[in-house]
């Protein structure tokens, strides 16, 4: 069933790419979505991205049983909403709690996964408040990606109240 998914989402990546008029993300397909702009006078392309919208059950690092403050999984979200780039629960358009999204160039490998924080979450209040250190205790390899490990710190430049940005590569 995931090979059939892949392969409807690269033909409508495919299909989309190929247009050379903008598209708005919001009419693409929430798992896998490729954005283009077009060329306007001695301006040069945009590169072309594709985003991959994931989630996990709980932050927590791989070295303390998926404890603490880190990231010990993750798992592609391919039946989820979105509103806005934010994923969502579908039936009642609530942001999902602990959800990011993996931006990587067309003809790349190497990408980033964004994770915005949001204080109305408790675990997120405080790693906004204290400015914690995302750690990645080990390689998390799932659904085609990679998330290496790492320290990241907190960027407080990520949406409206800070989150991460962690290092990725698509197998």
């Not at 397909?29 to 040069?44: D, E, H, W």
């Not at 991959?52 to 010990?72: D, E, H, I, K, N």
């Not at 390899?141 to 800070?162: A, M, P, Q, R």
């Amino acid at each position: 069933m995931k090979k059939i998914i892949y392969l409807i989402a690269i033909c409508i990546a495919v299909l989309f790419t190929s247009c050379t008029k903008e598209v708005d993300s919001s009419l693409l397909p929430a798992n896998k979505t490729s954005i283009k702009t077009k060329q306007t006078g001695n301006q040069t392309n945009s590169p072309t991205y594709h985003f991959v919208y994931v989630t996990w059950s709980s932050f927590g690092r791989a070295g303390l049983y998926c404890l603490g403050w880190g990231l010990c999984e993750f798992e592609g979200c391919f039946n989820c909403c979105t509103e806005n780039g934010q994923i969502v629960d579908c039936p009642t358009s609530m942001p999902v709690e602990r959800a990011g999204i993996i931006r990587i160039p067309d003809g790349e490998k190497e990408g980033v996964l964004t994770i915005t924080l949001n204080p109305s979450y408790i675990e997120q209040a405080n790693a906004i408040s204290n400015e914690l250190t995302l750690i990645v205790d080990v390689d998390i390899d799932n659904d085609g990606y990679i998330i290496h490990e790492g320290n990241y710190s907190f960027d407080s430049s990520v949406g409206n109240y800070g989150g991460y940005i962690l290092n990725v590569t698509e197998k």
